[in-house]
């Protein structure tokens, strides 16, 4: 103990000290002084403690400890002490307000598999580096309609290849629709380019992240079915090959598992890799709700030390234009919360509009659900909310549209769509008034059925 005390290097602030028992020779261990007199609380008086020193007991004995414990009551009852020990327990100790304890070994077999973790994603990141190095155009290929895990993945793909766009682009094949999502490329100035599976063809190396294969359909394209490389946390897919596959379904997000290759090869972290990663670890795990690992948590807390919060913030938060104000201006002006439920009608707006005003209109007192609706293009959008302790908002807008359109979502946030033509068959008229009452009442209805 005392030989690896040694090796592990004695801080400025420390000062160590050896008791031998009767049966061991008097020999200290280098670095150490001995304390004439052994256990008794003359000799821990002899150490001269002063007020805010703390004391660390690093011993296996029992007996010892209970002794050393007492002595150091008798000459300072309050310094703390701490004890480093893999066998004694909270029982072998005796009363003391301040004295903790914890294992030496633990603490450094922790330490040691933590480097053995970073170890083997350094080996897959040096397998990949070897499979697509050599390559001269690799696609990163997404799922269609990339998420925020997604994009981000793939651009921490490309800074581990040490590529560019135009030796390895983002590939998808669907556009990204969420407006969420296109603020998070435009704030990032990431690039998602859509293409049909025959366009892969111009590529030598294929690589998935946050997807596999087996998403383009039960029989997916040809060109997909042999890949190079597949990183993915959804339950593990048969019907493809892949020279390499890093799959894990225990974690929340594929960007943790892509910080952890970051980390693992020293791979600077510039801020804009951080926050990509950090939201696409926040969206897929609901800000750290549900279905989150200790690796996502590890990963956001070491994202969170490198990320910008102000690009952040353009993300999350994107500018509102200013005939959205106004919009909203003109629905504020007859805004009332009926049965809990605030509900603003915007007219015609931008579609990225409405989800923020939505997240605004649950701030009004005494409103448990905020709905806000606008149209866009030929539908009727609305984008809901709700305080966390009501249930599920998604079940409540899969039945407001239920044979109108589409919609969905989860407990507190949901979106749906209802073409105005549909709406128009069902209401006869899509004026302002007409889409309030109709909105406002198959709402009440649905709540009172969700919370029934
Ligand atoms: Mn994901």
Redesign the pocket.
């Known amino acids: 103990m005392a030989r690896l005390w040694g090796r592990i290097g004695q801080s400025d602030r420390e000062e160590l000290f050896w008791i031998p028992r009767d049966k061991e020779s008097r020999s200290r261990p280098p670095g150490f002084r001995a304390l004439p007199g052994g256990l008794c609380s003359d000799a821990i008086g002899k150490l001269d403690s002063k007020e805010g020193d703390e004391f660390a007991l690093v011993t296996e004995d029992g007996p010892f400890v209970r002794s050393a414990i007492n002595a150091l009551i008798h000459v300072a009852p309050a310094a703390p002490a701490l004890v480093l020990s893999d066998r004694l327990t909270h029982d072998d100790l005796p009363d003391h307000p301040c004295v903790r304890l914890t294992g030496l070994r633990s603490l450094i077999r922790d330490d040691v598999d933590g480097e053995f973790s970073h170890l083997a994603n350094l080996h897959r990141v040096v397998e990949i580096r070897r499979i697509l190095g050599e390559r001269e155009r690799i696609g990163i290929l997404l799922q269609p309609d990339p998420?925020p895990?997604?994009i981000a993945c793939g651009y921490a793909l490309r800074v581990i290849l040490g590529r560019k766009r135009s030796t390895a682009p983002l590939i998808s094949f669907g556009e990204i629709t969420r407006p969420e999502n296109r603020a998070m490329v435009e704030a990032l100035g990431i690039e998602v380019r859509t293409l049909t599976p025959e366009e892969l063809d111009e590529f030598d190396g294929l690589a998935l992240v946050?997807v596999q294969p087996t998403v383009f359909g039960e029989n997916p394209p040809e060109q997909v079915r042999s890949i190079d490389l597949v990183i993915d946390?959804?339950p593990e897919r048969t019907g493809y090959d892949a020279t390499l596959r890093d799959i894990r379904p225990s974690y929340g997000?594929?960007?943790a598992i892509l910080t952890e290759y970051l980390r693992a090869a020293n791979v600077e972290m510039g801020p804009k890799l951080a926050t990509a990663l950090l939201y696409?670890i926040k969206t897929?795990t609901q800000l750290l709700g549900r279905e989150t690992s200790r690796y996502d948590m590890k990963a956001f807390s070491h994202l969170h030390s490198c990320h910008s919060p102000a690009l952040l913030r353009r993300i999350e938060r994107p500018a509102l234009p200013t005939d959205g104000l106004r919009a909203l201006g003109r629905a504020l002006a007859q805004t009332k919360v009926i049965d809990g439920i605030h509900l603003l009608i915007l007219g015609r707006v931008r579609e990225e509009v409405i989800p923020q005003v939505a997240d605004l209109a649950l701030q009004a007192e005494g409103a448990e659900w905020a709905i806000a609706a606008g149209l866009v293009n030929e539908n009727l959008v609305f984008s809901v909310r709700n305080v966390g302790y009501v249930r599920a908002a998604g079940e409540v807008v899969r039945a407001v549209v239920e044979g109108l359109g589409v919609g969905g979502g989860h407990r507190s946030m949901a979106k749906g769509i209802i073409p105005l033509k549909a709406f128009r068959q069902v209401y006869g008229s899509t004026s302002r008034d007409q889409i309030r009452a109709a909105l406002l009442e198959s709402f009440q209805h649905a709540i009172n059925r969700e919370l029934s």
């Open positions: 998420d895990d997604g946050d946390h959804h997000a594929t960007a696409g897929d």
